[in-house]
């Protein structure tokens, strides 16, 4: 059984405002953390809707991290910036997509004689690349930032613990679903309801 909280979206309800991402966006810079989202509002022919980490039990991101940046602790997956290396193995790992990178320009650079980027490995030079997550906006008084402006209530934080994880269960399917429908097509999403 799942253990740890996880924000997920109810597709239906979704306007696709974007609201939760400019919440995230602030949360993020009052806390002292790089001031990226750490959601992103997916549109598609079917809707749109936000992708944001699950906080899996079995933690694909952390188990792949070299240097210990992602780590279980307070019923998530924290990510430690300050000793993230941005090797991006966390963004290759996580099923749902909901890991990205994101680099701070270093000062020292000088961009007149250095290339300012390397398009071939997406990278820029004289920037530290580092890992962006959601980490339930860890330390905010009001808990994640996303679900307290949702206009629509579309995002609901589900606690396991609580045994109101069946519901997020059902809302991730149908979402899931409506998604592999419009990517897929037809037949692959009725292929994936006769799996289920």
């Given at each position: 059984m799942k253990q740890h909280k996880f924000v997920i979206c109810d597709y239906?309800?979704?306007?696709?405002?974007?609201?939760?991402?400019?919440?995230?966006y602030s949360s993020a810079y009052e806390r002292g953390k790089l001031?990226?989202?750490?959601?992103?509002?997916?549109r598609q022919a079917g809707g749109v809707m936000p992708t944001q980490c699950r906080q899996c039990d079995d933690g694909p991101c952390a188990n792949v991290c070299p240097t210990g940046a992602l780590r279980f602790a307070n019923n998530y997956i924290e990510l430690h910036e300050e000793i993230c290396i941005g090797c991006k193995m966390c963004t290759l790992a996580?099923?749902?997509?909901?890991?990205?990178?994101?680099a701070e320009l270093m000062p020292s650079v000088n961009y007149a004689v250095e290339p300012k980027?390397?398009?071939?490995?997406?990278?820029q030079a004289g920037a530290k690349s580092t890992a962006i997550k959601c980490d339930l906006c860890n330390g905010r008084?009001?808990?994640?930032?996303?679900?307290e402006v949702c206009p629509t209530s579309a995002l609901v934080m589900i606690d396991p613990k609580e045994g109101n994880h069946k519901l997020g269960f059902a809302i991730d399917y149908k979402a899931a679903s409506a998604f592999v429908s419009d990517v897929l097509g037809d037949t692959?999403?009725?292929a994936s309801k006769k799996e289920a």
């Open positions: 239906k309800r979704c306007i696709g405002c974007t609201t939760c991402m400019a919440a995230c001031a990226k989202s750490r959601l992103t509002v997916l996580c099923p749902y997509g909901a890991i990205s990178s994101s980027y390397y398009l071939e490995i997406e990278s008084e009001g808990g994640p930032a996303c679900v692959a999403a009725s």
